[in-house]
Structures are given as structure tokens and as C-alpha cells.
């Protein structure tokens, strides 16, 4: 047996996307700890790194979707349509490490596989896959919350003589130009992927299990006058992001849909369908599609004539069209609809006609049918959330394994912290904001690095919440969820797209601004709900 070196730094830091990014240089820069980051990625970028799928784009606005901690960053990075594609953000997150001189403090192609609190020393003993062992007083779990990749076992895959690729590990530049391609899964991704492969490929035969609501983006060339109007009107941009729900740079509107005539109703749903944005289309039309059933409705319905008039088959508009309540994260495309219409595109709806099994040639559905395939494509999604955390051995207080202590629902208090595990943090942990989520990422990492100065100043030598608090902040998230149709909805923001995961309220559905507020609260009122415990009482 070889003699393993154990390490000693301050703080470590799980993920080097947004979260781990500026949490390192948070650490590190301004609080002066010596922090180390590790990422199972052979570079930064987190979700920007693994998802490099064609057609891969931010839905959120290009001049927000990044960093706002930093004037000079702002003013210095720039873009080139109102979205922003997944290798400019790979490039924008690389130059930030590098700007900031980062990666000499972070482990790529480095997986964290356990994390154990050490109850008589008060430090956290994190091992990896190459056998290294740090211990440190902190650790900041930026893991991400849509990472952990759900990649369905499907009957026969193994037999299949074809390519499979899920779209969270898309290698890089792999073309599928010229093969005969299957795509399984029509959310966000892929719809996405399925747009971009359809022009492309020699056939495409889209498996559609659930067809979803969708918008279109209304990605747009922008000139350099309008990104230098919004450089100088930033300060005011992201003050109002940080004090609006959702964090998107529109205003959010309060208007009740059933106020206005149905005319008017369906002039601002014009409007905002040729506007673009998924959740402009949701929250900046009216105040109430997310709450109200009949507003739900008519937002429903106004999709569903769309999707009647894009695509020109009616029975693969039949197939296409979604049913139901519009109440999941909303889509917005650059033309999927349109694909349709393609004569190298088929639809195959699968809840009618379910996949049977994969064959060396293809996909066999049970009305007997081979649809033969180069390439299967999986859109899956992911296990969200709390998936990450459940793939590393993670004890806190007693050897208490985060499965057990997530048995029923995982919880947090404030969606950053959990009670047993001692100055552990979690950047878009459970119960958390559902919002643009930089800026939410932000407030979280300069919460948690703020509480880490204030121990570090205090004598402090273990922060951890009370179990009373957590239990209050699930009941707040889930009260204002079940105030919301999000809950009527099966998606991964309840855990619902996992077979076998209990489905539960993980995120905070009141808006960043009170979120931020309450952040603040709880800080400014002495940690309320945390049990802060100073050296001379923990030592043993
Ligand atoms: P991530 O970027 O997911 O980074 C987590 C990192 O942790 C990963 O690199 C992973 O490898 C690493 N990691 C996990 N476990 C371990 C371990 N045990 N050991 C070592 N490393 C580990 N959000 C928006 O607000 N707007 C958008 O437009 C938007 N578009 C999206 C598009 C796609 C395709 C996807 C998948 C998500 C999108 N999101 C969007 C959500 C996006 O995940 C967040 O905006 C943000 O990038 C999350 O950053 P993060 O640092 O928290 O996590
Ligand atoms: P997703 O929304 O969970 O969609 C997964 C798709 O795969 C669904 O259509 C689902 O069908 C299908 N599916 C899953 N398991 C299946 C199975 N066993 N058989 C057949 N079909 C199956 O995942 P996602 O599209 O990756 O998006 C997740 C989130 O990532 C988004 O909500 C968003 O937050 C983010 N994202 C954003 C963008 C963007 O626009 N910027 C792009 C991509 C992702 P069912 O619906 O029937 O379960």
C-alpha cells in the first residue's frame, strides 16, 4: 500500500462553472484562504464545458447571461447576438479564470468522491479519483444543478452497432452531418439539437415523448451602438435583474390576463412572440399564466394555434402539440416548429407508440417499425439538483451520509447550507432561486464567502443551520410553490423526470429580490436559524 499525502488548505471548492469560479476567486482573492477547486472536467466552463451540442445557447440575454462582480469585466467582455452561444460562453468563462488567475488553484480531470467531516477535528477530509486527500475547515459545493446526466436504459441499447451520445458529453466538434439520426428527448435541449441536426443530417426521426410549450427565442444580430448603450446603462441593468422574480432584464408584468379583452390579450402575446424569450413569453405578458388556470390557458392556447399554423402535416402537428398546463421551465427555439415541415424530419410520438427496444440497427417502436439509425442522440436531461451531491460519499456530523439525511426530500436552509454538515456550502443547492441564474449564483457565492469571513473573524470554528430553520425554509418553498402551477406539472424542477426519485419542491419560487432580501436579513440578524459555534465551545 502506497502512503497517501494528506493536504491541508482552508477551503475546498467542488466545480469550476459560474458557482466554483467565483467562489475560488472569492476565497482566495479577497478573503485570502487557501482554497483549492476541483472539477471531474478537463477545464472551466462547468455546464458551458460538457454541452457542446450544435445548436447549444443561453435563453437568457447575452449582456446577462455572466458575471456582474466586476465593472471592469462588464465593460471589457462584449457579445454578438442577444443570446449567447455555448462556445462564447466557454471562451468568456476561460478568460475570466485566466483574468483572475485562477486555474493554478484549480485540479481539472480531477472527481471528488468523498467528502467526510472529521466531528473531533472540525475539517472536512475530501478525497478524489486519483487517490489525493485535502483537508480543509470549508467546502463550497458548486456541483451544478443540471450536471448529473439522466441517461435512460433503454431495452437492447447495448445491442446497438450505432453511436449513442448524450448531450452533456457532447464530444467536441462531432458532426452529424450526412447520418441517419435518432433524437430521444424534446425539452430545452432537444429541441435545440434537433433544430440545428435537422439541416444537416440525411434523416432525422425525433422521439417525442411530452411535447412542451415553446416560444421563439428571437436571437438577433447586435451592433456594436446597442452593446455600447447597455455598458452604459449596466449599473442600473443589474440592479433591476437583482430586484425583479426571475432575473431575466424585463419587466415583469402584474397585469392579470382575464383584465384585458381577448383581443388585447392575444395583441401582447403577438407581441411577445415576436419579441422572443421563454420566459418573457411567461412572465412579462401577464402577472398570473404562472398561477392563474385560466391565464395558463390562454397562454396555452395561443402556443397550440401556433403550432397548428407552423407545421403543415396535421397529423405531425398532432403529434407535435402540447396538451395541458403550460407550467414548466418555458422554451424558447430558433425554428423547431418549422423542422417539421422538413422532409428528411419524422416524428414518432412514443407515449402512442412506445419505443419497444434498440436493435443493432435502430429503434423499434411497438407497431413493429425499425427506424434505423447511424446515431442515437439522447436529450435526456438530468438528474437535478440534488443528483450531483448523491454521486460523492458526503458524511457530515456522526457519519451522517447525505442520502440518509436526504432520505425523504433534499432540503436545505436558504439554499445554501444543511443542518449536520458543519461549514459546508451549496451554491444552487436545494430549495434555491429559479431564476437567470448567474445573478443568482453571485448572491449565493457572496453570501457564503461574507459568512466564511465572518467566521474567520470571529473565532468561528462551525456554522451550520438548525434543523427548526431548514424545516421552516422547506415549508416557505413549498407554500409558495404550491401557490404556482409549476407544481401541477411533472418536470425536473420537482425531480419528476427521474424514474423512482420522490417527486418535491427544490426550488425557492419567490424571486430574487426577496431572496436577497432575506439573504441579508438572516445575516444582518446574527445568522438567524444557524448554530454558530466559536472555538473554545467546539474544542475537544
Ligand atoms: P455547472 O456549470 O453545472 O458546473 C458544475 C461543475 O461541477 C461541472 O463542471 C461538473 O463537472 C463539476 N462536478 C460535479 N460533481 C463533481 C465532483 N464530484 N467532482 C469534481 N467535479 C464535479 N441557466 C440560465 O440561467 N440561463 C440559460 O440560458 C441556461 N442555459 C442552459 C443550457 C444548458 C444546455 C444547460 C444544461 C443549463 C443551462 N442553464 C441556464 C443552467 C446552467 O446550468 C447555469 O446557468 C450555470 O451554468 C450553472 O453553473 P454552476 O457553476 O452552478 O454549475
Ligand atoms: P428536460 O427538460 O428534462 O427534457 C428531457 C427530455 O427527455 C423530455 O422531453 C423527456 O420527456 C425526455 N425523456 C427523458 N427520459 C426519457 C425516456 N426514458 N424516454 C423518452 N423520453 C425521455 O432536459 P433538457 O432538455 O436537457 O433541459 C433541462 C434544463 O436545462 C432546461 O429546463 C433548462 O433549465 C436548461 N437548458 C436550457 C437551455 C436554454 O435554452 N438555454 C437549453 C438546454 C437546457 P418527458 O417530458 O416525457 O419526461
Given at each position: 500500500?502506497t502512503?497517501?499525502?494528506?493536504?491541508?488548505?482552508?477551503?475546498?471548492?467542488?466545480?469550476?462553472?459560474?458557482?466554483?469560479?467565483?467562489?475560488?476567486?472569492k476565497?482566495?482573492?479577497?478573503?485570502?484562504?487557501?482554497?483549492?477547486?476541483?472539477?471531474?472536467?478537463d477545464?472551466?466552463?462547468?455546464?458551458?464545458?460538457?454541452n457542446?451540442?450544435?445548436?447549444?445557447?443561453?435563453?437568457?440575454?447575452?449582456?446577462l447571461?455572466?458575471?456582474?462582480f466586476?465593472?471592469?469585466?462588464?465593460?471589457?467582455?462584449?457579445?454578438k447576438t442577444?443570446?449567447?452561444?455555448q462556445?462564447?460562453i466557454?471562451e468568456?468563462?476561460?478568460?475570466?479564470v485566466?483574468r483572475?488567475?485562477?486555474?493554478?488553484?484549480?485540479?481539472?480531470g480531477?472527481?471528488?468522491?468523498s467528502?467526510l467531516?472529521l466531528?473531533?477535528?472540525?475539517?472536512?477530509?475530501?478525497t478524489?479519483?486519483?487517490g489525493?486527500?485535502?483537508?480543509a475547515?470549508?467546502?463550497?459545493?458548486?456541483?451544478g444543478?443540471?450536471?448529473?446526466?439522466?441517461?435512460?436504459?433503454l431495452?437492447?441499447l447495448?445491442t446497438?452497432?450505432?453511436?449513442?451520445i448524450?448531450?452533456?458529453?457532447?464530444?467536441?466538434?462531432?458532426?452529424?452531418a450526412?447520418?441517419?439520426?435518432g433524437?430521444i428527448?424534446t425539452?430545452?435541449t432537444g429541441?435545440?439539437?434537433i433544430?440545428?441536426?435537422?439541416?444537416?443530417v440525411?434523416?432525422?426521426?425525433?422521439f417525442v415523448?411530452?411535447?412542451?410549450?415553446?416560444?421563439p427565442?428571437?436571437?438577433?444580430?447586435?451592433?456594436?451602438?446597442?452593446?455600447?448603450?447597455?455598458?452604459?446603462?449596466?449599473?442600473?441593468i443589474?440592479?433591476?435583474?437583482?430586484?425583479?422574480?426571475?432575473?431575466?432584464?424585463?419587466?415583469?408584468?402584474?397585469?392579470?390576463?382575464?383584465s384585458?379583452?381577448?383581443?388585447?390579450?392575444?395583441?401582447?402575446?403577438q407581441?411577445?412572440?415576436?419579441?422572443?424569450?421563454?420566459?418573457r413569453?411567461?412572465?412579462?405578458t401577464?402577472g398570473?399564466?404562472?398561477t392563474d388556470?385560466?391565464?395558463?390557458?390562454?397562454a396555452?392556447?395561443?402556443?397550440?394555434a401556433?403550432?397548428?399554423?407552423?407545421?403543415?402535416?396535421?397529423?405531425t402537428?398532432?403529434?407535435l402539440?402540447?396538451?395541458?398546463l403550460?407550467?414548466?421551465?418555458?422554451?424558447?427555439?430558433?425554428?423547431?416548429?418549422?423542422?417539421?415541415?422538413?422532409?428528411n424530419?419524422?416524428a414518432?410520438a412514443i407515449?402512442?407508440?412506445?419505443?419497444?427496444?434498440?436493435?443493432?440497427?435502430?429503434?423499434v417502436?411497438?407497431?413493429?417499425?425499425?427506424?434505423?439509425?447511424d446515431?442515437l442522440?439522447f436529450a435526456?436531461?438530468?438528474?437535478?439538483?440534488?443528483?450531483?451531491?448523491?454521486?460523492?460519499?458526503?458524511?457530515?456530523?456522526d457519519?451522517?451520509?447525505?442520502?440518509?439525511?436526504?432520505d425523504?426530500?433534499?432540503?436545505?436552509y436558504?439554499?445554501?447550507s444543511?443542518?449536520?454538515?458543519?461549514?459546508?456550502?451549496?451554491?444552487?443547492g436545494p430549495n434555491g432561486?429559479f431564476?437567470?441564474?448567474?445573478?443568482?449564483?453571485?448572491?449565493?457565492?457572496?453570501?457564503?464567502?461574507?459568512?466564511?469571513?465572518?467566521?474567520?473573524?470571529?473565532?468561528?470554528r462551525?456554522?451550520?443551520?438548525?434543523?427548526?430553520?431548514?424545516a421552516?425554509?422547506?415549508?416557505t418553498?413549498?407554500?409558495?410553490?404550491n401557490?404556482?402551477?409549476?407544481?401541477?406539472?411533472?418536470?425536473?424542477?420537482?425531480?419528476?423526470?427521474i424514474?423512482?426519485?420522490?417527486?418535491?419542491?427544490?426550488?425557492?419560487?419567490?424571486?430574487l429580490?426577496?431572496?436577497r432580501?432575506?439573504?441579508?436579513?438572516?445575516?444582518?440578524?446574527?445568522?438567524?436559524?444557524?448554530?454558530?459555534?466559536?472555538?473554545?465551545?467546539?474544542?475537544?
Amino acid at each position: 500500500m502506497t502512503a497517501q499525502t494528506t493536504h491541508t488548505v482552508d477551503a475546498v471548492v467542488i466545480g469550476a462553472g459560474f458557482g466554483g469560479i467565483y467562489a475560488v476567486h472569492k476565497l482566495h482573492h479577497e478573503l485570502g484562504l487557501t482554497t483549492v477547486g476541483f472539477d471531474k472536467a478537463d477545464g472551466p466552463g462547468g455546464t458551458w464545458y460538457w454541452n457542446r451540442y450544435p445548436g447549444a445557447l443561453s435563453d437568457t440575454e447575452s449582456h446577462l447571461y455572466r458575471f456582474s462582480f466586476d465593472r471592469d469585466l462588464l465593460q471589457e467582455s462584449t457579445w454578438k447576438t442577444t443570446y449567447i452561444t455555448q462556445p462564447e460562453i466557454l471562451e468568456y468563462l476561460e478568460d475570466v479564470v485566466d483574468r483572475f488567475d485562477l486555474r493554478r488553484h484549480f485540479k481539472f480531470g480531477t472527481e471528488v468522491t468523498s467528502a467526510l467531516y472529521l466531528d473531533d477535528e472540525n475539517l472536512w477530509e475530501v478525497t478524489t479519483d486519483h487517490g489525493e486527500v485535502y483537508r480543509a475547515k470549508y467546502v463550497v459545493n458548486a456541483v451544478g444543478l443540471l450536471s448529473a446526466i439522466n441517461f435512460p436504459n433503454l431495452p437492447g441499447l447495448d445491442t446497438f452497432e450505432g453511436e449513442t451520445i448524450h448531450t452533456a458529453a457532447w464530444p467536441e466538434g462531432k458532426s452529424l452531418a450526412g447520418r441517419r439520426v435518432g433524437v430521444i428527448g424534446t425539452g430545452s435541449t432537444g429541441q435545440q439539437v434537433i433544430t440545428s441536426l435537422a439541416p444537416e443530417v440525411e434523416h432525422l426521426t425525433v422521439f417525442v415523448r411530452t411535447p412542451q410549450y415553446s416560444v421563439p427565442v428571437g436571437n438577433r444580430p447586435v451592433n456594436p451602438e446597442q452593446i455600447a448603450e447597455i455598458k452604459a446603462d449596466y449599473d442600473r441593468i443589474w440592479e433591476r435583474a437583482k430586484n425583479s422574480a426571475v432575473a431575466f432584464g424585463f419587466e415583469e408584468s402584474t397585469l392579470p390576463a382575464m383584465s384585458v379583452s381577448e383581443e388585447e390579450r392575444n395583441r401582447i402575446f403577438q407581441e411577445a412572440w415576436d419579441h422572443g424569450g421563454g420566459f418573457r413569453f411567461m412572465f412579462g405578458t401577464f402577472g398570473d399564466i404562472a398561477t392563474d388556470e385560466a391565464a395558463n390557458e390562454a397562454a396555452a392556447s395561443f402556443i397550440r394555434a401556433k403550432v397548428a399554423e407552423i407545421i403543415e402535416d396535421p397529423e405531425t402537428a398532432r403529434k407535435l402539440m402540447p396538451k395541458g398546463l403550460f407550467a414548466k421551465r418555458p422554451l424558447c427555439d430558433s425554428g423547431y416548429y418549422e423542422v417539421y415541415n422538413r422532409p428528411n424530419v419524422e416524428a414518432v410520438a412514443i407515449k402512442e407508440n412506445p419505443i419497444r427496444e434498440v436493435t443493432a440497427k435502430g429503434v423499434v417502436t411497438e407497431d413493429g417499425v425499425l427506424h434505423e439509425l447511424d446515431v442515437l442522440v439522447f436529450a435526456t436531461g438530468f438528474d437535478a439538483v440534488d443528483g450531483n451531491y448523491r454521486r460523492i460519499e458526503i458524511r457530515g456530523r456522526d457519519g451522517l451520509h447525505i442520502n440518509d439525511h436526504w432520505d425523504g426530500q433534499p432540503t436545505s436552509y436558504l439554499g445554501v447550507s444543511t443542518a449536520n454538515f458543519p461549514n459546508w456550502f451549496m451554491v444552487l443547492g436545494p430549495n434555491g432561486p429559479f431564476t437567470n441564474l448567474p445573478p443568482s449564483i453571485e448572491t449565493q457565492v457572496e453570501w457564503i464567502s461574507d459568512t466564511i469571513g465572518y467566521a474567520e473573524r470571529n473565532g468561528v470554528r462551525a456554522i451550520e443551520p438548525t434543523p427548526e430553520a431548514e424545516a421552516e425554509w422547506t415549508e416557505t418553498c413549498t407554500e409558495i410553490a404550491n401557490a404556482t402551477l409549476f407544481t401541477k406539472g411533472d418536470s425536473w424542477i420537482f425531480g419528476a423526470n427521474i424514474p423512482g426519485k420522490k417527486p418535491s419542491v427544490l426550488f425557492y419560487l419567490g424571486g430574487l429580490r426577496n431572496y436577497r432580501a432575506v439573504m441579508a436579513e438572516v445575516a444582518a440578524d446574527g445568522y438567524r436559524g444557524f448554530e454558530v459555534k466559536s472555538a473554545e465551545m467546539v474544542t475537544v
